[in-house]
């Protein structure tokens, strides 16, 4: 995603590469920036994980002198190391750093405003914080993730735009909706979300005051969810919840035709290990 700054093609730009990128990406991402008029100078990486970082190097190697920002020595090309507060300046668009450690032990949010601007502010929260969920603890406890989900994420302005790093609002609110399935907001996110997915439009962004209503890891002390975990204390919930979306059960994959039609002509029996 890049966001235009103020800029002309000689002003400054910021992307960030949100979603999962096929090998095309960073040429998809320099032919938006190319049909923009804009012109490339940083990108902002919220963690080492391929599906963020992969196209830095090729981005760098194409567009020289390309700033590379993050948390995290494992992100690809960095060349500027952030912390957490940092306050960084692209043409008009000014962006804080929040550190939101838990997902992976590097990660950074990044807050984005335009002073004077009558715009919401966007978040861009990478695995942190998704539209109707949070991210894995791959490399963090539940005490991290409630703070960055009440005390750093939380504390922005309610009119915040939430800008994610996956699009994978319809199986969250699946699991919203087992957890709470008197929530009416939740049912009628999760079917207008089903809709854009049939439409084939994007659920990003939402903005934080709509995640407080239908975003269970928001909702942490909340009576329904302390019903569903059996906890009181607002962090056991939050552990809890995560381990039961952990479990939750995962799309059914169709089998590959093909594949089954081998199977059942005996070609793959040669392989088959005799009982
Ligand atoms: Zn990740």
Known sequence: MAARGGCSS????????????????????????????????????????????????????LCPGLRVYGADERIGALTHKVTHGQELTFGAIRVRCLFTPC???????????????????????????????CGKFFEGTAEQMYTNLTQVLGALPKE?????????????????????????????KLAWAKQRDDEDLPTVPSTLQEEFLYNPFLRVMEEPLQKFTGKTDPV??????????????????????????????????????KK
């Not at 096929?22 to 919220?46: C, G, M, N």
Request: net charge negative; with cysteine; glycine share 6%.
């Open 160 to 188: 915040t735009k939430v800008f994610c790093g996956h699009e994978c609002t319809v199986r969250n609110l699946k699991f919203a909706l087992k957890v709470e399935p008197e929530n009416e907001i939740v049912k009628k």
């Open 10 to 61: 000689h002003g400054a730009c910021v992307a960030s590469v949100c979603s999962p990128p096929s090998a095309l990406t960073p040429f998809q991402l320099l032919e938006i920036i190319r049909k923009e008029d804009v012109a490339l100078r940083a990108i902002l990486t919220t963690h080492h994980h391929w599906d963020h970082a992969r196209g830095n190097e090729e981005l760098v190697r």
């Open 103 to 133: 997902h992976t032990s590097g990660h950074m949010c990044y807050f984005m405003w335009e002073d004077g601007s009558l715009d919401a502010p966007a978040l861009f929260s990478g695995d942190t914080l998704f539209v109707g969920g």
């Open 236 to 273: 056991e919930v939050l552990r809890t919840l995560r381990t039961e979306k952990d479990n939750f059960k995962k799309p059914k994959e169709l089998p590959n035709p093909q594949a089954v039609l081998a199977f059942d002509w005996g070609l793959f029996s040669p392989f088959l290990e």
